[in-house]
T-cell receptor, first 118, second 114 residues
């Protein structure tokens, strides 16, 4: 079974600064998807960014980018120019490319609470 | 707004009772997933349905069951409720039943068992 670990329960950053959230995972599969989800106080789960394991290029979405290190099984999220609206819980998630047997569900880490200091 | 709707938003019930949570997927989505978010267990995948058929099972208890109806809405039934079942239950939907498809999450149903 796959596991996802987020070792930072809480992170704090000044507004307009850059912050990096860490995520490591364990899998024996060679192909998979990785995600970062944001959960603001409203509790809505919002997809921030997605990375296919077969792609070497790191995904980028505006101020959000990832550092995907497949060999190290590491998948960190960098938020540039942090804004007050970025304050939320951030979850790293894994999904297998193989269907069936529970493989379609997302496996989540415990989350990192991101605080933005004005 | 993801287009996924869940009812009710909040539910308070007593131990030993049974409740039903409802989910309507986005228009056109055939796959529905149920997740549980609790303080103890974090976010856990429970079960997936695709076009009316059970597709995958995660950490779903035997006291819990789900189904997807011909109109593609889904219900999660929780019975013999325990205090530890108090959690936020999310439904998510996707177009297909396999991994390339993004899952869109509903707003969740907050269940409190007293």
């Amino acid at each position: 079974a796959q596991t996802v670990t987020q070792s930072q329960p809480e992170m704090s950053v000044q507004e307009a600064e850059t912050v990096t959230l860490s995520c490591t995972y364990d899998t024996s599969e060679s192909d998979y998807y990785l995600f970062w989800y944001k959960q603001p106080p409203s509790r809505q789960m919002i997809l921030v960014i997605r990375q296919e394991a077969y792609k070497q290029q790191n995904a980028t979405e505006n101020r959000f980018s990832v550092n995907f290190q497949k060999a190290a099984k590491s998948f960190s999220l960098k938020i540039s120019d942090s804004q007050l609206g970025d304050a939320a819980m951030y979850f790293c998630a894994y999904r297998s490319v193989y269907s069936g047997g529970g493989a379609d569900g997302l496996t989540f880490g415990k989350g990192t609470h991101l605080i933005i200091q004005p | 707004d993801s287009g996924v709707t869940q009812t009710p938003k909040h539910l308070i019930t007593a131990t030993g009772q049974r409740v039903t949570l409802r989910c309507s997927p986005r228009s056109g989505d055939l796959s529905v997933y149920w997740y549980q978010q609790s303080l103890d267990q974090g976010l856990q995948f429970l079960i997936q349905y695709y076009n009316g058929e059970e597709r995958a099972k995660g950490n779903i208890l035997e006291r819990f069951s789900a189904q997807q109806f011909p109109d593609l809405h889904s219900e999660l039934n929780l019975s013999s409720l325990e205090l530890g079942d108090s959690a936020l239950y999310f439904c998510a939907s996707s177009v297909g039943g396999g991994s390339p498809y993004e899952q869109y999450f509903g707003p969740g149903t907050r269940l409190t068992v007293t």
